[in-house]
């Protein structure tokens, strides 16, 4: 499975960016993280894609400011991201798992490259 992110860059706050993961399959769950300069990675965003009803989670940082979606026509996991504020400022991956027992446990097996966005005040 590859995947492959797109459509980060820069933008000033209250501003958007849909970003893009080329999948070459959707799996059961997938979802987008991100990791800030010196900080953690953090899941900020899941969707089911098999078998849940495209069941969605939203930490309470993104929530109401970022969506979650599957294109199915081109492939692709999307984020789209409105009223972006200094502390979105990113490196953003998507992640995906097929395992149902791994989905149960949190486990990611598979993961893009990433693509940085950068929001400025």
């Known amino acids: 499975l590859q995947l492959v992110e797109s459509g980060g860059g820069s933008v000033q706050a209250v501003g958007s960016l849909r970003l893009s993961c080329a999948a070459s399959?959707?799996?059961?769950?997938m979802g987008w993280f991100r990791q800030a300069s010196g900080k953690a990675r953090d899941g900020i965003t899941r969707?089911?894609?098999?078998?849940?009803?495209?069941?969605?989670f939203y930490a309470d940082s993104v929530k109401g400011r970022f969506t979650i979606s599957r294109n199915s026509a081109k492939s692709t996991l999307d984020l789209q991201m409105n009223s972006l504020k200094p502390e979105d400022t990113a490196m953003y991956y998507c992640?995906?798992?097929?395992?149902?027992?791994?989905?149960?446990?949190?486990?990611?097996?598979?993961w893009g490259q990433g693509t940085q966005v950068t929001v400025s005040s």
């Open positions: 969707i089911y894609t098999i078998g849940a009803g495209g069941n969605t």
């Open positions: 399959r959707f799996t059961a769950r």
């Open positions: 992640a995906a798992e097929s395992s149902s027992s791994n989905c149960r446990r949190g486990i990611y097996t598979y």
